[in-house]
């Protein structure tokens, strides 16, 4: 079992432009959570996505959007890059009826 | 509204001694409580978790918390210190089994020889 892959694991942008993070999850979860770390911070709930559809969102704006597949993997955009998006993106992933939730490598964005 | 405050941006401790992080949470409905790890460039490993069960949570690598409701604390602890144990951890509070997690802010652990 591979656990929760996430692709890339460092990536380069300019302000402005748009980013795709990819997240594969744990075989056999079915949700999917995105996280932004910050550094220095602890991480903050971007969104979750459950059958497809986004189930919860926290405090972002509209230039975050998700989408989860058929297979359960997912991909997070951020539209209009900002300095400030700068972060440590993690992935997390859970069965419907487990109570853990695995925790991928992440994706390190930074943004010039 | 949920929160929760970790006390002691950075714990220095020698190898041997007690491991004590600090964890204060702040929810108005009964909590579920967690205990991450996270080593350098890496992401974050589940070490112990409080649901309603027993209040004292026996986690991996040594690790255990108690949650006390009046003190509304789950502090983590460990009675002897590894140098492996040196990483980043990081307390979390949620309202159910699958909702989001709400995270503190971090606390270092540094363990010297």
């Known amino acids: 079992d591979a656990g929760v892959t996430q692709s890339p694991t460092h990536l380069i942008k300019t302000r402005g432009q748009q980013v795709t993070l990819r997240c594969s999850p744990k075989s056999g979860h079915d949700t999917v959570s995105w996280y932004q770390q910050a550094l220095g911070q602890g991480p903050q709930f971007i969104f979750q996505?459950?059958?497809?559809?986004?189930?919860q969102r926290g405090n972002f704006p509209d230039r975050f959007s998700g989408h989860q597949f058929p297979n359960y993997s997912s991909e997070l955009n951020v539209n209009a890059l900002l300095l400030g998006d700068s972060a440590l993106y993690l992935c997390?992933?859970?069965?419907?009826?487990?109570?853990?939730?695995?925790f991928g490598q992440g994706t390190r964005l930074t943004v010039v | 509204a949920q929160s929760v405050t970790q006390l002691g941006s950075h714990v220095s401790v020698s190898e041997g001694a007690l491991v004590l992080l600090r964890c204060n949470y702040s929810s108005s409905v009964p909590p579920y409580l967690f205990w991450y790890v996270q080593y350098p460039n890496q992401g974050l490993q589940l070490l112990l978790k409080y649901t309603s069960a027993a209040t004292l949570v026996k986690g991996i690598n040594g690790f255990e918390a108690e949650f006390k409701k009046s003190e509304t604390s789950f502090h983590l602890t460990k009675p002897s210190a590894h140098m492996s144990d040196a990483a980043e951890y990081f307390c979390a509070v949620s309202v159910s089994n699958t909702d989001k997690l709400i995270f503190g802010t971090g606390t270092r652990l540094q363990v010297f020889p």
């Open positions: 997390a992933s859970r069965g419907t009826s487990n109570t853990e939730a695995f």
């Open positions: 996505y459950y059958e497809e559809e986004e189930r």
